[in-house]
Structure formats: structure tokens, C-alpha cells
T-cell receptor, first 110, second 118 residues
């Protein structure tokens, strides 16, 4: 069973601080990793994709991948109230299907 | 580009009714479409994968006779929930990929359909 694990939260972060979201996956052979943001009642929206070990930055978002530890994270700098949402980690296990984690609910406190 | 339109966005119906949800790729050819279901405060669970012109492949535990999927063209897939019951109430989301889909954006998601069965 291919699994993607996330802390469900809720995670509360003061406005302007750094929010750190974590995800682990079970299949060491996984190649592609994604972070989606989902607002309540809406469908997921892709924020970041990462394939190589290390960091990938896009604006206020940084994805970090450590394949040896089977760990991927998302950092959100200068958190804004509009960042309050559920963040879903998703992994391609090599069969074209995305497997999603349970999501972490993030609340940015003004 | 790469817009996926899902309709209806919200439907309420009586128990025993069959409900059809449409998923259209507006500006690309969707060779593969995926149907997900999401219960409150849970993650997206893949129900089935459909390739244009082929029978859908259902995930374990999903009843293919209850959730009928048709992918007759490269721009349209439908999910029909037959004889829906209150336990089928959920948020249904489709996504689509094409031959040109790249690793940065592997699937394009529709806006979802909120289904409530009374």
C-alpha cells in the first residue's frame, strides 16, 4: 500500500511568521512530489512541484525534498491570512496516479 | 490554458435518484481523466481512472456498477452515481491530463461537485 502521511493539524501560525508543513511517503522509488492548497469547499490548487533533493523556491513558498529520509516539506514565509487553507501533499508512485496525504489545516492568525 | 470545467457545482436530490456529473477539458485534449471523492475533513480518494475510448479502471472498493464512468471523447467524461443514497453525499472532483501534460502540472482539476442526497 503506497502511503502519504501528513500531520492533520490544525497548525496555527502568526501572520508574518514562517509556516512549516511536513509530509512523509512510503515508496522509496517515488520520483515526483507536489503540494496543493485547498480552500474549504474548493478543489485543490497546485502550488509547488519538486523532483530533486534539496530546496525549490517560488516566491514565498519553498519546497524541500529529502529522498533518503522519504520526506518532503513546504515552507511559507511571511504568512498571510489568505494562506489559511488545507495543504495537501501528493506523490506520484510511478503509475500516473496521484496519491494524496490527508492534508494539514493551516490557520494564519492576524 | 488547461481549464477543466465541472458541472454541476452543487446538486441536492432525493435518495434513489441517479445523478450525472460532467467533466470537460475546455482547451486541451484529455487523454486521461480521474475521478476523486472527498468526504468532510478527509483527503481526496481516487475512485477511478478513465482513458478516452476505454473502460474505466476502478480503485479497490469502488463499485463500478454504482459509479458509472464514460469517457467517450477527448474533452468529456461523465460520472453517474446510480440510485444514490445519503452515504454517497460527498465532494466529487475530476481532473484531466493530456499527452502534453508535463511533470510540473500533471493533472488539471475541475472545481468539484458537492452532492447531497436527502
Amino acid at each position: 500500500q503506497k502511503e502519504v502521511e501528513q500531520n492533520s493539524g490544525p497548525l496555527s501560525v502568526p501572520e508574518g511568521a514562517i509556516a512549516s508543513l511536513n509530509c512523509t511517503y512510503s515508496d522509496r522509488g517515488s520520483q515526483s512530489f507536489f503540494w496543493y492548497r485547498q480552500y474549504s469547499g474548493k478543489s485543490p490548487e497546485l502550488i509547488m512541484s519538486i523532483y530533486s533533493n534539496g530546496d525549490k523556491e517560488d516566491g514565498r513558498f519553498t519546497a524541500q525534498l529529502n529522498k533518503a529520509s522519504q520526506y518532503v516539506s513546504l515552507l511559507i514565509r511571511d504568512s498571510q491570512p489568505s494562506d489559511s487553507a488545507t495543504y495537501l501533499c501528493a506523490v506520484y508512485f510511478g503509475n500516473e496516479k496521484l496519491t494524496f496525504g490527508t492534508g494539514t489545516r493551516l490557520t494564519i492568525i492576524p | 490554458g488547461a481549464v477543466v470545467s465541472q458541472h454541476p457545482s452543487w446538486v441536492i436530490c432525493k435518495s434513489g435518484t441517479s445523478v450525472k456529473i460532467e467533466c470537460r477539458s475546455l482547451d486541451f485534449q484529455a487523454t486521461t481523466m480521474f475521478w476523486y471523492r472527498q468526504f468532510p475533513k478527509q483527503s481526496l480518494m481516487l475512485m477511478a481512472t478513465s482513458n478516452e475510448g476505454s473502460k474505466a479502471t476502478y480503485e479497490q472498493g469502488v463499485e463500478k456498477d454504482k459509479f458509472l464512468i464514460n469517457h467517450a471523447s477527448l474533452t468529456l467524461s461523465t460520472l453517474t452515481v446510480t440510485s444514490a443514497h445519503p452515504e454517497d453525499s460527498s465532494f466529487y472532483i475530476c481532473s484531466a491530463s493530456s499527452r502534453e501534460s508535463n511533470s510540473n502540472q500533471p493533472q488539471h482539476f475541475g472545481d468539484g461537485t458537492r452532492l447531497s442526497i436527502l
